[in-house]
């Protein structure tokens, strides 16, 4: 394979590896992965997941790859992070090794992610009328 179509695998496999290791459904795991090799011009890509591996090729390329899934838990917010990045892919090839190296990154760093995704507002206190504290969200 080609450098380009390299890079263009390797971050299809990284994106379903995530989602398949924090709970992502199959179906959805094949769906991401086509779409983010359609969005780099390749619209002929194959991908085959089951709860342990993902299988995955370029047509007219001369390899398929394959990854074992080991590890499984639930994080649904890495899950919607893969599919956003998944969404926003544009066909540009410095843009692959960049998406690659944002998911490496958005996942060393779960409380950023966590924040990306869903900002948590720190409650305040606050002397109500009856010179009491509360709590105000």
């Not at 299809?12 to 090799?37: F, H, N, P, Q, W």
């Not at 998406?99 to 002397?127: D, G, W």
């Amino acid at each position: 394979m080609t450098e380009r179509v390299d890079d263009i695998v390797e971050v299809c496999l990284l994106a379903g590896k995530l989602m398949l290791e924090s709970g992502g459904e199959t179906y959805r795991v094949e769906d991401t992965m086509t779409r983010i090799a359609a969005s780099f011009g390749m619209p002929r890509s194959h991908g085959y997941v089951t709860p342990t591996a993902i299988i995955f090729s370029v047509e007219g390329t001369d390899s398929t790859r394959l990854i074992r899934i080991s590890e499984r838990s639930t994080d649904l917010a890495k899950v919607a992070v893969v599919n956003d990045i998944s969404r926003v892919v544009a066909v540009n090839i410095s843009m692959v090794k960049r998406r690659n190296a944002a998911l490496k990154t958005k996942f060393n760093e779960p409380e950023q992610l966590l924040a990306r995704i869903a900002p948590v507002r720190k409650p305040t206190t606050a002397v109500n009328e009856a010179g009491k504290s509360q709590i105000v969200r």
